[in-house]
């Protein structure tokens, strides 16, 4: 094949698998690392000292920098494997108009969100466990207490949430999941920090009442799933206009602000 129609050809290609390659797991990059960065300011000297040698012994550096390697799995030689595994970890279907957690029906053999929570803060709380393996946990916790906290990865409809619902976003096509992971977070065209700082002039968030009697994982959950059942979350119009933003783009950050209080609280806990 000649360069130039080879160049044509790779183009082509990556037009066409560019739409599905960004339909994967949860809240973009940037709202991953908020959700660090929030948690990190909120941690005590006890759990940022486990956090940042547990980070070092794996070579890496920060929380934030760390936030999104779930998602990176995939593309990382001799880790696609694990990148597979863990794909159901990143979200729960539940499967109920009233957005009732249900474990045997939502959360098979432990394969959803919920799960992978009670999975890897058991391993990262365990000292007789290796430093690598820890690292690892805390890894996919970072992540995956974000990716709860994303409505659309908690939902009851049956659309992968949401990347089945197209709509139209400033004059594009999309889908509903990608206007929540990222979209909606990028019309504030901030970076991470000073988004995070942004958020943090809020002051503290105030968290929703959870029950003592079932996993505190399992309410996230609900919670996100019950946002997702407010009427007008669903724009039945498939347009996300100013007024959808307006009225949505605060619900998204206050559940950034959740996971984070969240997250600080949870790593306190168990690396203290
Ligand atoms: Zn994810």
């Known amino acids: ?121 058991a391993v990262l709380g365990d000292r007789h466990r290796s430093d690598a393996e820890r690292a690892e946990a805390l890894k996919f916790v970072v992540h995956f207490v974000g990716d709860v906290h994303q409505p659309l990865h908690a939902g009851n409809r049956d659309d992968k949430g949401g990347n089945e619902y197209q709509v139209q976003f400033d004059g594009k096509g999309t889908n509903l999941h990608r206007v929540w992971d990222s979209q909606m977070l990028y019309t504030r065209d901030l970076k991470w920090q000073a988004y995070a700082d942004r958020l943090a002039a809020e002051g503290p968030v105030k968290l929703p009442r959870t029950n003592a009697s079932e996993s505190p994982y399992a309410q996230w959950a609900e919670e996100s799933c019950d946002i997702v059942a407010t009427n007008g979350f669903y724009p039945a119009t498939h347009r996300i206009d100013d007024a959808y933003v307006a009225k949505q783009l605060p619900v998204a950050e206050t559940r950034l602000r959740e996971a984070a209080k969240r997250l600080a609280d949870l790593l306190n806990k168990t690396l203290d």
Request: aromatic share 6%.
């Open 1 to 121: 094949m000649n360069p130039a129609l080879k160049r044509r050809s790779i183009a082509v290609l990556l037009f066409l698998i560019a739409p599905f390659a960004a339909t994967v797991h949860a809240w973009g990059d940037l709202g991953h690392r908020i959700v660090a960065e929030l948690a990190w300011r909120q941690l005590d000297p006890a759990a940022r000292a486990e956090v940042s040698r547990l980070l070092k012994a794996d070579g890496d550096d920060s929380l934030p920098d760390i936030a999104s390697w779930p998602d990176r799995l995939r593309d990382m030689p001799g880790k696609e494997d694990l990148g597979k595994a863990t794909g159901p970890l990143h979200y729960v279907d539940i499967r109920d108009d009233k957005c009732h957690y249900v474990p045997p029906r939502d959360c098979a053999d432990g394969r959803c969100v919920v799960g992978g929570l009670e999975k890897y803060v």
